[in-house]
């Protein structure tokens, strides 16, 4: 059965950093693109950050770009988000996506809260 699992948000003030991770078991993971998603009270969910399979095309909103770093470690099974100069404007649930062709999983999310 496939699974993902976030770990790793919590409250942080503006400026501050987060490292969130995502196990994933269950599949291939290493065919899998992985992303990250993101859903602020009242908005719609937005993509935030994905990874292709073998790592080499990554893509960003533009609201983060130079601020959130994706990575993945196909030997563990694992995609992290890196977040620094966090703004109020990050806050929200976060989940963990794997996609291949017409398959999709979700993860749980973690609640990510930036304020002062």
């Known amino acids: 059965q496939a699974q993902l699992v976030e770990s790793g948000g919590g409250l942080v003030q503006p400026g501050g950093s987060l490292r969130l991770s995502c196990a994933a078991s269950?599949?291939?993971?290493?065919?899998?693109?992985m992303s990250w998603y993101r859903q602020a009270p009242g908005k719609e969910r937005e993509l935030v950050a994905a990874?292709?399979?073998?790592?080499?095309?990554?893509n960003y909103v533009d609201s983060v770009k130079g601020r959130f770093t994706i990575s993945r470690d196909n030997a563990k099974n694992t995609v992290d988000l890196q977040m620094n100069s966090l703004k109020p404007e990050d806050t929200g649930v976060y989940y963990c996506?794997?996609?291949?062709?017409?398959?999709?999983?979700w993860g749980q999310g973690t609640q990510v809260t930036v304020s002062s």
């Open positions: 990874i292709t399979s073998a790592g080499d095309i990554i």
């Open positions: 996506n794997a996609k291949f062709m017409r398959t999709s999983y």
């Open positions: 269950g599949f291939a993971f290493s065919r899998y693109t």
